[in-house]
């Protein structure tokens, strides 16, 4: 074991004692809001617990965070445990509630939908959602929100202790290959995200409460889009509505809200070509606009026809699933299996990187299919010097490595899921579905998970490993290797070497 003992010895664990006991510190006042949300509603009862958790979060999070600190210093094996350590103790921190109040009896459901809450994934095991105190409703909506932008980029924003190492903390929690700062200042970074975010945010609350959708619906349904995370106040979704204006806008901001965030930079910035130049940009709203017209003219003979009914169902679905928001407005369930195969395929796909979407991300499909043109390319023309180009850049080979790396990865563990959730015998459409909604951090999936479905039919083992593969999409997988790395082998060299990789990775400049 003392292989082991080394290998921990090795990590800043003071630094990492700090970010977790000032990740609880956030969450606690954080939680304030859903007890503000129970005093209105008179949920007296359902107060005290959420009462109870900030109290422990508190205890236990301002010791930690004042741990005496040797060296200021930590590196990017520091961040990616701090990151996948925080992410689990908040998921179960965030559990607590629902158990305590007894609102979910089981503590494994509690955690499922938890993490499916701040993972901004959305599944639920809930077969009766409306059931549920109002003030948990939100507390269960909120999580999105929260988890959206991410826990960690929002103590950044706030802490005036963030320094250039922290940028090791925003780039193993932010979605796709790489993150840069977008100014020199990382706080200021987080600062500026956070902002965008927030003003998104509250320009669809305006926009809904115009359309006269009640305010606390309105809240629970923007939280739900802007993290694109699909949590609703009622089982039917936002079908429950049958209100054509709040699908169109819920539909405009889900795709917003799955943009890279540089986009909305450079426009704030007035560099308005540098970001219409974006080649992810313009590959994700090309892909949602073939999306909806051939699903569009696939459904169309079940509304009788009507391209209008068609187009306006396809674009909402679009928009949920490729964003891995996960709202429904129909059930896609019954729509015909070339529809159904074209949702999977963009659950598969996800958003843009740099935004609060899940999947693969666009820019890793992009890479991918460049990496596969160039590879035929030199199979006919084996002396010809080429690579790999985004926006008339070069990507470095690194990179692409990487993506092609995270792509086997992704895949694998797919698989290694798919065979172990397998063993409760539900059928293959669901069982298969399941997997990608959960590390694709979509949702729903199809047949008993399906849109009107739930996940509280899966078995215990099921629940716990479809938690973690919705944390291991929403990280990215990097966070959740290096933490189970020292235990994997004895071979220092190989994980050393394994080691400086992912450093190379996080330090890699954005391309």
């Known amino acids: 074991m003392f292989w082991l003992k080394r290998e921990f010895q090795k990590l800043n664990w003071q630094v990492i004692g700090n970010i977790v006991g000032m990740v609880l510190i956030a969450l606690a006042c954080l939680m304030l809001l859903p007890v503000i949300c129970g005093l209105i509603?008179?949920?007296?009862?359902?107060?005290?617990?959420?009462?109870?958790?900030?109290?422990?979060?508190?205890?236990?999070?301002?010791?930690?965070?004042?741990l005496k600190v040797k060296h200021a210093q930590y590196f990017a094996r520091d961040g990616l445990i701090a990151v996948g350590l925080c992410w689990l103790v908040v998921s179960v921190f965030g559990a607590l509630p629902?158990?305590?109040?007894?609102?979910?009896?089981?503590?494994?459901?509690?955690?499922?939908?938890?993490?499916?809450?701040?993972?901004?994934?959305?599944?639920?095991?809930?077969?009766?959602?409306?059931?549920?105190?109002r003030c948990m409703l939100?507390?269960?909506?909120?999580?999105?929100?929260?988890?959206?932008?991410?826990?960690?980029?929002?103590?950044?924003?706030?802490?005036?202790?963030?320094?250039?190492?922290?940028?090791?903390?925003?780039?193993?929690?932010?979605?796709?290959?790489?993150?840069?700062?977008?100014v020199p200042r990382l706080r200021k970074s987080s600062?500026?995200?956070?902002?965008?975010?927030?003003?998104?945010?509250?320009?669809?609350?305006?926009?809904?409460?115009?359309?006269?959708?009640?305010?606390?619906?309105?809240?629970c349904n923007t939280f739900g889009t802007a993290g694109t995370g699909g949590f609703s106040v009622t089982n039917q979704g936002i079908g429950q509505y049958g209100n054509a204006y709040y699908e169109m806008v819920i539909s405009i901001?889900?795709?917003?809200?799955?943009?890279?965030?540089?986009?909305?930079?450079?426009?704030?910035?007035?560099?308005?070509?540098?970001?219409?130049?974006?080649?992810?940009?313009?590959?994700?709203?090309?892909?949602?606009?073939?999306?909806?017209?051939?699903?569009?003219?696939?459904?169309a003979p079940l509304y009788d026809g009507s391209y209008v009914q068609a187009f306006r169902y396809s674009l909402f679905q679009v928009a949920s699933i490729i964003t891995t928001t996960g709202y429904s407005s129909f059930n896609f369930d019954l729509w015909p299996t070339f529809s159904k195969i074209i949702l999977l395929l963009l659950m598969v796909v996800g958003a843009c990187a740099g935004s609060t979407g899940g999947g693969i991300k666009v820019s890793r499909l992009i890479i991918l299919v460049k990496k596969i043109r160039l590879d035929l390319?030199?199979?006919?023309?084996?002396?010809?010097?080429?690579?790999?180009?985004?926006?008339?850049?070069?990507?470095?080979?690194?990179?692409?490595?990487?993506?092609?790396?995270?792509?086997?990865?992704?895949?694998?563990?797919?698989?290694?899921?798919?065979?172990?959730?397998?063993l409760d015998g539900k059928d293959f459409e669901t069982t298969v579905s399941a997997v990608f909604a959960c590390i694709g951090n979509i949702g729903p999936g199809f047949g008993v998970c399906g849109p009107f479905g739930n996940f509280g039919s899966f078995s215990t083992l099921s629940k716990l490993v479809l938690s973690i593969a919705m944390l291991i999409g929403r990280l990215e997988i990097y966070p959740i290797l290096i933490f189970i790395a020292p235990f994997v082998g004895k071979e220092y060299k190989l994980r050393h070497k394994y080691e400086d990789s992912v450093n190379e990775f996080m330090d890699e400049d954005s391309v």
């Open 98 to 133: 629902f158990y305590i109040s007894g609102t979910i009896p089981k503590f494994i459901d509690c955690f499922f939908e938890t993490v499916s809450g701040f993972t901004t994934t959305g599944s639920s095991i809930l077969p009766e959602v409306e059931s549920l105190p």
């Open 253 to 299: 901001f889900m795709i917003l809200f799955g943009i890279n965030f540089n986009f909305y930079f450079l426009m704030l910035i007035k560099e308005f070509k540098t970001a219409f130049k974006m080649e992810e940009v313009r590959v994700y709203l090309l892909i949602i606009l073939t999306s909806v017209t051939m699903i569009a003219l696939n459904i």
């Open 191 to 219: 600062f500026i995200l956070y902002s965008i975010y927030m003003a998104l945010t509250i320009i669809e609350i305006l926009f809904l409460l115009v359309g006269k959708m009640p305010l606390f619906d309105t809240l």
């Open 41 to 66: 509603y008179k949920e007296i009862d359902d107060v005290l617990c959420f009462l109870l958790v900030i109290g422990i979060s508190l205890i236990l999070g301002f010791p930690l965070s004042r």
């Open 377 to 422: 390319q030199k199979t006919i023309h084996p002396n010809k010097v080429q690579v790999v180009t985004s926006e008339g850049k070069a990507i470095p080979k690194r990179v692409v490595d990487q993506v092609t790396g995270y792509f086997s990865c992704f895949m694998l563990l797919v698989a290694i899921i798919t065979l172990i959730v397998s």
């Open 138 to 182: 939100f507390w269960r909506s909120f999580t999105h929100w929260v988890g959206g932008m991410g826990i960690l980029v929002f103590v950044l924003a706030i802490l005036p202790k963030s320094n250039d190492h922290s940028m090791h903390l925003l780039r193993a929690e932010s979605p796709g290959p790489v993150i840069d700062k977008l």
